[in-house]
């Protein structure tokens, strides 16, 4: 049999660019959160238009991630992704100088947009860059950890930023970026897309959308007002009805926006779920830890985002530990491993108190992401590797959505249990004394506590924060017991269900898969004499 084509210098640089836009989709989550204040004093949004300058992008980034995915297998994937990041830095100068709540609601809509063709487009081109599977693998590690470190540095870019600049100035650092992928795109990046396109299907576009966004919303609100309204039941309920109604079109059709039977394949349907539950684990207990490191702690919130970066590079390290454990060790073992390792990151966040100290915060996270790293990015492997390449643009979508969905699940659930259990602490330790409302308030949320300690008289405000900050720390450790649950578990399936799958099987499936046809190899760089593909 041919062996398969390394991948050269070109490829690796081409890897670099890729990793760009994945930095900034990412970060454009989490580099607003500083800038909210600024924002209000500027442009005086109401309470509405304030929820929907931060939750816009993420609802149409997540429901536009499978219709993007599919376009790019049709249209083109470098050429979606062009297209992409040109919208993506106009309409970022364009919120950077919004001059009203409306103008900054329509640019972060459109951002949105554009990073829905930025995310997939970047995966599934590395899909068809990197032939080799243990290339491959060490590729979607980085860009992983690209992924995941946009999280992370947002907020500590945004917090610098804005000591010295502006609250545009947080949009405008996408420019550069967006300029040089659209300068060293064409030079270093193929073109790939299906040769035998079917024709685009807007009905299952629009259904994909009206069952992404509600479901999202809703999880959202649950999240938000920590309890099950039935606002945010019937948005899930219909989510799941425009969902239903897609996964039915898309089995009667001859040329599916999405091949279902691809979840047939227990390497694509598993590593689904471990994306799912990594995110679930990983972002649900990002918003815990953060309050806990400003409010119980004490820290700034650039100094606790700075405490970030040891945890960023955890993660980092372990996904390309990963990628080259999964040489000599089947993946699916790698994976529950990885799995057990954040079970146990879980179980040392559940012995956290209220004087333990920033140290063994950020050691217990750090186990834990460096268990997650390896998981995640072998599991995006896995699904990359079990879809055709003329489909890897809605293979790379449905595994950024199924991220979207745990990220959005994680949040509701995990700050559900942690102030479900704060309400039930505070209302037994709160010091008699306060006044019925100053009571109420603190009983809400931490961040009321503080604010009630602040004004009430010292001898009734110290026991008061202590008392808050023991129940809040509580809840921590009750929601990272049911987090080393869930993974756990989540490390059991991943070795019975995968065990029997080899790193040179996926070699072989994706070699066989790759014929001229199905790679979807054009044309379009004959100027350079290079074929492409």
């Not at 700050?415 to 704060?422: K, L």
């Not at 009734?460 to 993974?487: C, H, K, M, N, Q």
Request: hydrophobic share 55%; aromatic share 6%.
């Amino acid at each position: 049999m041919t062996p398969t084509a390394k991948a050269g210098r070109r490829e690796w640089l081409g890897l670099a660019v890729l990793v760009l836009p994945c930095l900034l989709v990412s970060m454009d989550m989490s580099v607003l959160f500083f800038g909210l204040p600024f924002i209000s004093a500027e442009l005086a949004p109401t309470s509405s238009q304030l929820l929907w300058i931060v939750d816009i992008y993420g609802f149409l980034l997540g429901g536009l991630l499978i219709t993007m995915g599919s376009l790019g297998d049709r249209i083109g994937r470098r050429r979606l992704l062009l297209i992409g990041a040109t919208a993506f830095g106009a309409a970022s100068v364009a919120a950077a100088f919004s001059s009203s709540a409306e103008l900054l609601i329509a640019a972060r809509a459109v951002l949105g947009v554009a990073g829905a063709t930025l995310a997939p487009s970047t995966l599934s081109l590395i899909r068809n860059m990197f032939h080799d599977s243990a290339q491959r693998t060490l590729a979607i590690s980085v860009w992983t950890s690209g992924f995941a470190g946009g999280a992370v540095l947002g907020p500590i870019v945004g917090g610098m930023l804005l000591e010295h600049f502006w609250w545009g100035s947080v949009f405008l650092i996408n420019v550069p970026a967006m300029a040089l992928l659209l300068v060293l795109g064409p030079l270093l990046l193929p073109e790939f897309r299906n040769p035998d396109p079917d024709r685009f299907d807007l009905i299952s576009a629009v259904l994909s959308l009206a069952a992404v966004l509600p479901i999202i919303n809703g999880v959202k609100r649950i999240a938000e007002d920590v309890a099950i309204g039935w606002p945010a039941v019937l948005s899930i309920v219909a989510g799941l009805t425009m969902g239903a109604l897609f996964v039915r079109r898309q089995r009667r059709r001859p040329d599916p926006m999405i091949d279902v039977k691809l979840f047939r394949k227990r390497s694509f349907s598993v590593s689904i779920t471990v994306g799912v539950l990594s995110t679930f684990a990983m972002l649900g207990f990002a918003l815990l830890s953060s309050q806990y490191m400003q409010l119980v702690l004490g820290l700034g919130p650039l100094e606790a985002a700075l405490w970030n970066l040891p945890t960023f590079l955890a993660m980092m390290v372990s996904t390309t530990l990963g990628a080259l454990l999964s040489r000599v060790v089947r993946p699916g073992y790698v994976v529950g491993a990885g799995l057990a390792l954040t079970a146990t990151g879980f179980v040392m966040l559940s012995r956290l108190e209220t004087g333990t100290g920033i140290g063994y915060l950020v050691v217990s996270v750090s186990v834990m992401l460096f268990g997650m790293g390896a998981g995640m990015a072998l599991a995006t492997d896995l699904v990359m590797a079990s879809a055709p390449p003329g489909r890897a643009g809605a293979a790379s979508a449905m595994a950024e959505t199924g991220g979207e969905f745990g990220g959005a699940l994680g949040m509701a659930i995990f700050g559900s249990i942690g102030i479900a259990v704060y309400r039930a602490d505070i209302a037994g330790t709160a010091p008699a004394g306060l006044p019925p409302e100053a009571l109420d308030a603190a009983g809400e949320t931490l961040g009321g506590a503080v604010a009630v300690a602040g004004r009430v008289p010292p001898e009734l405000g110290a026991p008061l924060l202590a008392s808050a900050r023991e129940a809040f720390t509580s809840g921590i450790g009750v929601t990272a017991v049911a987090g080393a649950v869930i993974l756990a578990t989540a490390s059991v399936l991943a070795v019975v269900m995968l065990r029997g799958i080899r790193s040179s099987d996926v070699a072989e499936a994706t070699r066989a898969a790759e014929t001229p046809e199905q790679a979807g190899a054009t044309a379009d760089e004959g100027k350079r004499g290079t074929p492409v593909g």
